[in-house]
Nanobody, 123 residues
């Protein structure tokens, strides 16, 4: 069972990136999925998550609200994080995980973290 985050890279301030979280050994359709990030010298922080059935609106941490959008494509077994208007403060290692605040009553529980993908915002 694995989650694989990808799509990170070096981007200029104001630019965009789309991160992908692909799964092997589990169906992402069965789980709420979260995106967390860890900047150098800081604790890992949850920034967004999407519920299993998308009945409830996704969660966004205040610093990314209005700039980041989380979505899922269950047919591709992938969850995305579209990031726009990127700032240097968004520089971090980004992780996807099944352990998020979007976990709902009745959802199956399995804690899996991807290995992280680096996002660097710099001119």
């Amino acid at each position: 069972v694995q989650l694989q985050a990808s799509g990170g890279g070096l981007v200029q301030p104001g630019g965009s990136l789309r991160l992908s979280c692909a799964a092997s050994g589990l169906s992402l359709a069965d789980y709420a999925i979260g995106w967390a990030r860890q900047a150098p010298g800081k604790e890992r922080k949850m920034i967004s998550c999407i519920t299993r059935r998308e009945i409830i609106s996704p969660y966004y941490e205040d610093s990314v609200k209005g700039r980041f959008t989380v979505s899922r494509d269950n047919a591709k077994n992938t969850v995305y994080l579209q990031m726009t208007s990127l700032k240097p403060d968004d520089t971090a290692l980004y992780y996807c995980t099944t352990n998020s605040p979007c976990y709902g009553a009745g959802d199956p529980w399995l804690e899996v973290w991807g290995q992280g993908t680096q996002v660097t915002v710099s001119s």
